[in-house]
């Protein structure tokens, strides 16, 4: 969606480093849930983590310890450090921003649903 810019990703050997990185111009209220998910194929979509605009953050249980989202200067600018990486974590990356919570964007995910904004994504593989 062309509101959305996400770069970074690429290959990397497992225990190497990525960063993503992921704008929105979209949304100028203060009530924005920035959050990555993924996808590896023939698997149904993960949530990675997800930031909200005070700060707090939330992370899946498997990328705990090793993956750290933060805003940039805006609300609406999201990076996703990746470190040490793992095989199981080769997948397509994509942004979702979402309003006007963080409970909602993973209520979507859990229910299956679409959400309303997400980007073109990024591939990240990770080999052994």
């Known amino acids: 969606q062309g509101h959305l810019m996400e770069s970074g990703g690429g290959s990397v050997q497992s225990g190497g480093s990525l960063r993503l990185s992921c704008t929105t111009s979209k949304f100028t209220d203060s009530s924005i849930c920035m959050g990555w998910f993924r996808q590896a194929p023939g698997k149904e979509r993960e949530g990675v983590a997800t930031?909200?605009?005070?700060?707090?953050?939330t992370y899946e249980d498997s990328v705990k310890g090793r993956f750290t989202i933060s805003h940039g200067n805006t609300q609406r600018t999201a990076y996703l450090q990746m470190d040490n990486l793992k095989p199981e974590d080769t997948a397509m990356y994509y942004c979702a921003p979402e309003v006007p919570s963080c409970r909602e964007w993973w209520s979507l995910l859990r229910e299956r649903k679409n959400f309303r904004n997400w980007g073109r994504g990024t591939q990240v593989a990770v080999s052994s």
């Open positions: 930031i909200y605009s005070d700060g707090t953050t």
